[in-house]
């Protein structure tokens, strides 16, 4: 090879490196809006679509077509085939399609087409012929062209009263007409630009969109289609019942509530919390009615956190709960001008956060609570209006527990209010959620609606939900659910912090149960996909059958071979059967060893294990092993006294508890019954109560968990009516004698 050669040759390798990139760049996805006055004269849904795409970096894009773009306020790419007055029929009468879709070339065909049709009573088959020729004309020029057809607006003009229900007619025929029409090749997809827009609210005679709420409307049912036709995010939404991840996959709320406006200094939580799986952290704000407000430089920070710690972000502002009660409290207006405040740190961060509107948002004034629907619904399109398109979380009024059923029976109001229908509704679940009837009627009503359990506990001032139900009908549901709180409540709802002074190393029985119980987040939590959570399908490997070790009457010790798992076991759980009885998750143990107690004497049990890995895959169960405990003799004594309150309304008990055996007692529950009916006033005082029918238990707290030898502990209540004392008690199962 000579050197001229040589060096003709090296060019033109180096030319065609050079170009390659361009000519092998993906195009832009072309994008023809074809329909009439509401499409092109001004059809500023387009602007507003366009502009949505943009900021959620679908740069991709060129809307095409033969009209120039109408003034929208802002530049924008506005080519269409929006043909004021036009009907379908007549496009294919005068055969116009075929020219535009030579000059366009698209890609996607968004059309919204009839309303001329309709109101030239023209009959809805005669429509769909036209459609079908289209389809055809389309396909010719393009053979995987996609199309979005719309089921067309509402229409009720003054010179047409029959109009309205040809748009109905029209609109029932369009999804079959679709089904049939569609092909894996060029799929048809139809958007409901019907359901929720109002000819009275949402037009300007009737036909045409208004710009302050009609074209919102519209492009906001138009944007999830059109990125979905496309391939891609729009970030977490709502469809149906479920929450989603832009890339459609379902997401589950498996997270704990902090209160970082009032412990802006701990923001280790965020790395403490995500070891235990959560997978949402619900972070209180403030909007400086009442606490902060939280500066943007704030919010943009607390987003940083969740997203290093792979947690998607709940952002809530705090200074709303109990309007209309609590003296100084916010209102949702008033909430939608902080997050409007706010919204250049929340732009862009569709994928990884949800905006609560308000915690709480009205107290127990059923007058106020009363106007929560129109309150909630002017807040959403205020920040609508604001360009952000994020997933809303609406909290029911009547300090979160929607007694008064508000917010059940107008939820979908304010979700068809919502111009994106992108709002999920948190109802908070403390004393009025006392049994399994309550929490299953409540999250029944929902069954249409999109629902997450925003706050929950085990304990409250108003009475003791039931926790155990929530979260197993929550995980039977695939609802969401936020505990609260990590850390920092005051003394008299101390109960409700899961870590002592912010140590993930010190849960208190609340965090136990919340995080490692049946049902809980450690063993039911998926981390988003955006951050690579999914990706996991493998399961870790069986985990040895367990020993069991040290067996006494009233506990044992369990160790079993580990597994082993592609990326990490995280943990196991442990499943106790009594007898030939069936088996229940009775704990979550980091590691291959676990400590049983308050185990009855002379009583079978059987055990089996489980493993887990981050990606929440839990491997096959163990082996079966089977212990018998040793008999056991009374090893406690109980005094019991009470003190009747004038006229038998009421008593106050006091409750002396003493270990009479050679051992320490780590951990109690004494249960006893009343028969007369009486019932316990909650919370009492040195143990955590609980009550069921006549059946009441009493459990230790952290300071008097372990009683030595011959040691005792004193607790008590207050309760009513007044009537005849236990006749029985046991301590961990074991009956004791009294004194």
């Not at 229900?165 to 139809?190: E, H």
């Not at 209309?324 to 405040?341: K, P, R, S, V």
Request: net charge negative; charged share 10%.
């Amino acid at each position: 090879m000579t050197w001229r050669t040589l060096r003709a040759v090296m060019a033109a390798l180096l030319l065609a490196a050079f170009l390659t990139p361009a000519a092998n760049a993906a195009a832009p996805a072309r994008i023809m809006a074809l329909g009439d006055s509401i499409t092109g004269s001004p059809g500023c849904w387009r602007a507003l679509l366009w502009r949505h795409l943009q900021d959620t970096g679908r740069t991709d894009v060129d809307f095409v077509g033969s009209l120039p773009a109408p003034g929208c306020g802002f530049a924008y790419d506005g080519e269409n085939e929006g043909h004021g007055g036009i009907l379908a029929t007549n496009i294919v009468r005068d055969n116009q399609l075929p020219g535009w879709l030579s000059s366009a070339r698209p890609d996607v065909v968004l059309m919204h087409l009839g309303t001329n049709d309709v109101w030239s009573n023209v009959p809805a088959a005669t429509i769909l012929n036209a459609y079908t020729a289209m389809l055809g004309q389309m396909r010719a020029s393009n053979p995987a062209i996609k199309l979005v057809v719309a089921q067309i607006i509402p229409m009720n003009p003054s010179n047409c009263s029959a109009c309205a229900q040809r748009v109905i007619d029209l609109n029932a025929a369009i999804p079959g007409w679709a089904r049939t029409n569609s092909t894996a090749a060029s799929p048809v997809t139809v958007v409901d630009q019907w359901t929720g827009f109002s000819t009275s609210a949402d037009t300007t005679d009737g036909v045409h969109p208004n710009s302050t709420t009609g074209i919102q409307k519209i492009e906001g049912r138009w944007f999830p289609a059109v990125v979905a036709t496309l391939g891609g995010a729009t970030g977490l939404h709502v469809e149906g019942t479920k929450i989603v991840e832009g890339n459609g996959t379902p997401f589950v709320m498996r997270g704990v509530n902090h209160a970082y406006v009032w412990y802006p200094g701990q923001n280790r939580a965020f790395a403490d919390m995500k070891p235990f799986g959560t997978n949402t952290v619900r972070v209180v704000l403030g909007s400086g009615q009442r606490w902060g407000p939280t500066p943007a430089s704030e919010v943009a920070n607390v987003i940083s956190l969740c997203k290093q710690n792979r947690m998607i972000c709940v952002l809530e502002v705090h200074d709303t709960t109990g309007y209309g009660e609590q003296a100084g409290a916010a209102t949702l207006d008033q909430a939608a001008t902080y997050w409007i405040g706010v919204a250049n740190a929340l732009k862009g961060q569709e994928n990884y956060v949800v905006i609560n509107l308000g915690n709480e948002p009205f107290g127990n004034n059923a007058s106020v609570s009363a106007t929560w629907a129109s309150a909630t619904s002017g807040a959403i399109g205020r920040l609508r209006g604001a360009g952000l398109q994020h997933l809303i979380m609406a909290d029911a009024p009547m300090w979160g527990q929607d007694w008064g059923n508000v917010m059940r029976d107008n939820a979908a109001s304010v979700l068809n209010a919502d111009p994106l229908r992108n709002t999920v509704f948190s109802v908070h679940m403390y004393g009025v959620y006392n049994t399994a009837a309550k929490v299953n009627a409540y999250l029944d009503a929902f069954k249409a609606l999109p629902l997450v359990v925003g706050e929950f506990g085990h304990n409250h001032s108003d009475g003791d939900p039931d926790e155990d139900t929530i979260m197993a009908q929550a995980q039977s549901r695939g609802l969401g659910y936020l505990g609260w709180s990590w850390s920092g409540n005051s003394g008299d709802v101390g109960y409700l912090d899961m870590t002592t002074n912010f140590n993930p190393a010190s849960l208190t029985p609340w965090g136990e149960r919340f995080l490692n119980g049946a049902n809980g987040v450690r063993q039911t939590s998926k981390e988003a996909t955006i951050f690579g959570g999914g990706g996991d399908s493998q399961p870790p490997s069986v985990p040895g059958t367990p020993a069991a070790s040290g067996v006494t009457s009233r506990g044992l010790t369990l160790n079993w071979v580990a597994s082993t798992d592609n990326v990490g076991v995280t943990g196991y759980d442990v499943f106790r059967a009594t007898g030939s009885g069936s088996f229940a998750q009775v704990a979550s143990s980091a590691s291959t060893t676990y400590a049983d107690s308050g185990l009855t004497p002379s009583t079978t049990y059987r055990y089996q294990v489980r493993a887990r890995d981050a990606a929440g895959n839990v491997s096959a169960f163990s082996g079966i092993v089977t212990a018998t405990t040793a008999a056991g003799s009374a090893t406690c004594e109980v005094g019991y006294a009470a003190q009747n309150w004038g006229g038998g309304n009421g008593f106050t008990a006091s409750v002396t508890i003493k270990n009479t055996g050679t051992s320490a007692v780590d951990g109690w529950t004494l249960a006893f019954s009343y028969a007369d009916g009486q019932r316990v006033t909650l919370p009492g005082w040195g143990a955590t109560f609980a009550q069921s029918g006549g059946s009441v238990t009493a459990t230790n707290l952290a300071w008097n968990r372990t009683l030595a030898p011959n040691a005792s502990t004193n607790i008590g209540f207050n309760g009513s009516p007044s009537g005849a004392d236990p006749a029985a008690f046991t301590l961990n199962g074991s009956t004791c004698t009294t004194g």
